[in-house]
Nanobody, 124 residues
């Protein structure tokens, strides 16, 4: 089970850090990813991080502003979001996969486990 948290209301230019806690399984065995879905839009890939944190991937829209990390000892993945923009407003979901290869990190169907989502609202 994945539990996402850390969302909230922030002004443009501000920062938030999302957390995704994994219970019932060892997160170190899973690629952890973040997706987001804005109102009226399809869910899209945001970021993913490899099992040991050595490799990360980001959507072009968040590169240089968002940073993915993980603490396997705590079974938790993080998404540090800086320089937030109104267009970052969305429900953010964490996801986990024990088998996804790097070339498929952006594919939602590659992830078997999903958190419930946490709402991020960026005001202008």
């Amino acid at each position: 089970q994945l539990q996402a948290s850390g969302g909230g209301l922030v002004q443009a230019g501000g920062s938030l850090r999302l957390s995704c806690a994994a219970s019932g399984r060892t997160s170190s065995r899973f690629v952890m990813a973040w997706f987001r879905q804005a109102a009226g839009k399809e869910r899209e890939f945001v970021s993913a991080i490899a099992l040991n944190g050595g490799h990360t991937s980001y959507a072009d829209s968040v590169k240089g502003r968002f940073t993915a990390s993980r603490d396997n000892a705590k079974n938790t993945a993080y998404l540090q979001m800086n320089s937030l923009r109104p267009e970052d407003t969305a429900v953010y979901y964490c996801a986990a996969s024990g088998s996804v290869i790097r070339s498929n990190w952006e594919s939602q169907i590659a992830y078997a486990y999903w958190g419930q989502g946490t709402l991020v609202t960026v005001s202008s």
